[in-house]
């Protein structure tokens, strides 16, 4: 009998982003708030953890400092299963380097990568970081087109205002934001962060 491999057919996501620049945050909002993804199961999850009794009640909100993403990640390796479906998935530099293989063998990938900049923790290990969330490592190591990444400075992502950064990513994935729920669940993590322009 011969195995038949799935052809994964559907586009890839991939957030990429420094400790405390929101990353994870995004990924909330392209999912709940784009019109990339079709699953209003994962849609009323995301929502539910911006409800204003869910941000004071778990690890000071959505910003906490442990990562989500290598769990994310790993989810790559069983595209397979779904092969049609359009996916998003965020991590740190590190996340996406322990699936480098399953990544490079996306065919329509695109990375969504928040550069580092005085917002994000100054001491750690500020010349590394800002190496580490350039387009030009992402091309390289993860096999991507340069047309299909877009570098978000942090300093835009961590404001009040992410008018300009949704309008990038919306021709990046060509697709459009729900721009009123998107504003209403940054305003929400702005205000647990004690964000200000």
């Not at 390796?77 to 779904?82: A, K, T």
């Not at 740190?92 to 490079?104: E, N």
């Not at 580490?132 to 942090?154: D, E, G």
């Not at 060509?174 to 504003?183: P, V």
Request: proline residues 6%; charged residues 20%; hydrophobic residues 40%.
């Amino acid at each position: 009998m011969v195995s038949c491999k799935t052809i994964i057919t559907m586009s890839s996501i991939l957030i990429s982003y420094p400790t405390g620049a929101g990353g994870e945050h995004l990924w909330n909002i392209i999912i709940a708030a784009g019109n990339f993804i079709k699953d209003p199961v994962g849609i009323q999850t995301v929502l539910a953890q911006y409800s204003p009794d869910h941000f004071h009640l778990v690890d000071n909100g959505i910003t906490s400092l442990r990562s989500a993403g290598l769990a994310n990640i790993k989810k790559i390796e069983h595209l397979e299963d779904q092969p049609d479906k359009n996916s998003v998935f965020h991590g740190r530099f590190g996340d996406m380097m322990s699936a480098q293989k399953a990544i490079c063998a996306l065919p329509e990938k695109k990375f969504i990568v928040i550069t580092p900049n005085d917002i994000t923790d100054p001491d750690y290990y500020q010349v590394e970081q800002r190496f580490l969330y350039q387009p030009i490592i992402y091309s390289s190591l993860f096999r991507a087109k340069p047309t299909h990444i877009l570098s978000i400075p942090a300093a835009d992502w961590c404001c009040v205002n992410i008018n300009r950064p949704l309008l990038q990513i919306s021709q990046l994935l060509n697709t459009s934001f729900d721009l009123d729920l998107a504003n209403r669940m940054h305003s929400l993590w702005v205000k647990n962060n004690n964000m200000r322009d």
